[in-house]
C-alpha cells in the first residue's frame, strides 16, 4: 500500500536513528529543535529506528498531525549513513518503504568514502 500525497509535498529524513518509542510530542520536539523547520508547514518527517525494520513519519495534514508506522516484515530498510541526501523525493520515499535504496545518479569522481563496500542490505 501506498499513500498519496498533496502536491508538492516535500519530505525529510531525520539524520540519525532514534528510539521508535517517540510519539506526537518527541517527534514534533525533534522536527521543531533539531530539524529547525515547522511541522504545520505540510512536510512530511521521516525517522528509523536502530533495527532498521521500523519507520516512523509525522506530518499535518491541515487539521491535525498524523503519525504512521511501518514495520517491515522481511528484510530491512536502507542504511541511513547511505541516504545521499536528507530531502527525497516521494517516489523515492515511496521507494524506500518498500525497503528500496534510494540512489541518485553522480556524475564525475565519487569519494572513496561513498563506495559500497560489502553487503548494505544486512539488517
Request: aromatic share 8%; proline share 2%; hydrophobic share 45%.
Amino acid at each position: 500500500m501506498s499513500f498519496r500525497f498533496k502536491s508538492g509535498i516535500r519530505v525529510f529524513v531525520f539524520e540519525s536513528v532514534i528510539a521508535l518509542r517517540a510519539g506526537f510530542d518527541r517527534l514534533t520536539h525533534l522536527v521543531h529543535d533539531k530539524m529547525k523547520a515547522k511541522l504545520v508547514d505540510g512536510d512530511l518527517f521521516v525517522f528509523f529506528g536502530k533495527n532498521r525494520r521500523k519507520v516512523k513519519m509525522i506530518l499535518y495534514d491541515g487539521t491535525g498531525v498524523m503519525l504512521i508506522n511501518k514495520r517491515l516484515e522481511r528484510g530491512c530498510f536502507m542504511n541511513l549513513i547511505d541516504l545521499e541526501h536528507l530531502e527525497i523525493t516521494v517516489d523515492e520515499l515511496d521507494s524506500l518503504l518498500r525497503g528500496g535504496v534510494v540512489r541518485r545518479p553522480v556524475f564525475g569522481q565519487i569519494p572513496l568514502t561513498k563506495l559500497p563496500i560489502g553487503n548494505h542490505l544486512n539488517c
